[in-house]
């Protein structure tokens, strides 16, 4: 069977382009379909823009390999494409003695994964490196910095077009059929129905990859891909305070946390916020909650004494796509490629929240290669 397209990409976010990029090539028709206006309007423009270096993930998960893997690819690509970041170096900030037992547990587990350059902090050390922040004990970790996520899909998006890519927007993948040999992609676009045919599907939705891959027939209960939505704001903190303080600072995650902790990050521009929290949802709602504004304050103020509460401003929302239900314990990015369910051909990517970002760059040599063994084999 002859195909219209070999390589269709579902999403045009920071994943979905980074794959793109990777996969393009002369003499191969690829496609990424994105619902939205333009590329990276959901998560990858709602986020911290941070480069972790990948210190909470357990050892050999696809979080851990990609997230420390993707800090050194995301630092090399930046300086050679010009795409704005500074790596401005995080501090994990214990501030009891219960809190230190857990920051070395943190600090094992991060040598572990191969971190260059952690060192564990005493209080003199700490407060050396951050005058105003209040601590016992830090994790430092030189290579966490920040990047300009925009300017990061910019490059994906101009190096995926010009190794010949084509990049649709406005268009929604609405049904997928499996036909011999590949993929009947159904969409809808600004002039209505179509379908085509594809010989490679990539399922890069984000929020709705569940759903996408729901469109295939993969009964995602069973599989295990159902998504949970959780939801974290961000403060903008007063411009005033922005010099208080020159690092990334949070606190060590608390025993069942969902997310990392209120801390405190940065925008290239250097302004301040704060956030974000962790809360299970049910729908995609990106309005911000100023209630939340006291529990942000009361939860920053143990170890960022210089922070008042009328300082904050609401600022913004992300919500991420976790597959791990409330209450439930870790769960990795899932990678598939589905040929075990008698779906050869189809790569669904699915949970790709925190370090996505980061790992962007080494989640798509990872899916390149799966797409030559599956193009190889074919
Ligand atoms: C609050 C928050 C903070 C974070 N902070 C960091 C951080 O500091 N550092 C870090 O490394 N990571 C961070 N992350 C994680 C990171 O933002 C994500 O892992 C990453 O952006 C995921 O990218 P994506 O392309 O998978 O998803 P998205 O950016 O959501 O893109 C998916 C795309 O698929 C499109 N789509 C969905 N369904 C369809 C369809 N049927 N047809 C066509 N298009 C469709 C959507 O419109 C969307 O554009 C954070 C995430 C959140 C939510």
Not at 37 to 62: C, M, W
Request: hydrophobic residues 35%; contains cysteine; glycine residues 10%.
């Amino acid at each position: 069977m002859s195909y219209q397209v070999d390589i269709t990409i579902v999403g045009a976010g920071v994943i979905g382009l980074a794959i793109a990029s990777q996969v393009a090539s002369e003499g191969r028709a690829v496609y990424v379909l994105e619902k939205n206006q333009t590329f990276g309007q959901e998560a990858s423009s709602r986020n911290s823009e941070v480069i972790h270096s990948g210190v909470y993930y357990p050892k050999d998960s696809l979080k851990a390999r990609t997230c420390v893997e993707g800090n050194a690819l995301l630092y090399e690509l930046c300086q050679r494409h010009g795409i704005g970041h500074r790596k401005i170096g995080k501090l994990i900030v214990a501030t009891d003695d219960a809190e230190v037992n857990e920051l070395e547990k943190l600090w094992e587990r991060g040598r572990s994964n191969g971190i260059k350059g952690l060192r564990l902090l005493n209080q003199q050390e700490l407060s050396d490196l951050e005058p105003n922040v209040r601590g016992i004990a830090a994790i430092f970790s030189p290579s966490t910095g920040i990047i300009d996520s925009w300017g990061l899909m910019g490059h994906f998006a101009g190096k995926a077009r010009d190794n010949g890519a084509h990049l649709a927007y406005r268009t929604e993948v609405t049904g997928i059929d499996r036909i011999p040999g590949g993929y009947k992609v159904s969409v809808r676009d600004p002039k209505g129905h179509f379908s085509f045919t594809t010989k490679v599907l990539i399922n890069c939705a984000g929020l709705h990859s569940d759903k996408v891959a729901g469109m295939v027939g993969i009964d995602i209960a069973r599989a295990g891909y159902r998504l949970h939505y959780c939801r974290g704001e961000y403060f903008s903190v007063s411009r005033g305070k922005a010099n208080m303080v020159s690092r990334l600072i949070y606190p060590v995650p608390k025993a069942g946390e969902v997310g990392l902790g209120i801390h405190v990050n940065f925008d290239l521009g250097g302004r301040m916020r704060l956030g974000p929290d962790a809360r299970y949802v049910d729908r995609i709602d990106y309005k911000v909650d100023d209630s939340q504004k006291r529990a942000f304050y009361d939860s920053v103020a143990r170890f960022l004494p210089f922070i008042e509460y009328d300082d904050l401003e609401p600022e913004m929302v992300g919500i991420r796509a976790k597959l791990q239900a409330e209450g439930e314990d870790f769960r990795d990015f899932v990678i598939s490629h589905e040929c075990d369910r008698g779906l050869p051909q189809l790569i669904n990517l699915i949970g790709i929240e925190s370090p996505g970002l980061t790992s962007a760059p080494a989640i798509a040599k990872y899916v390149g290669r799966l797409v030559e063994e599956v193009l190889n084999n074919h």
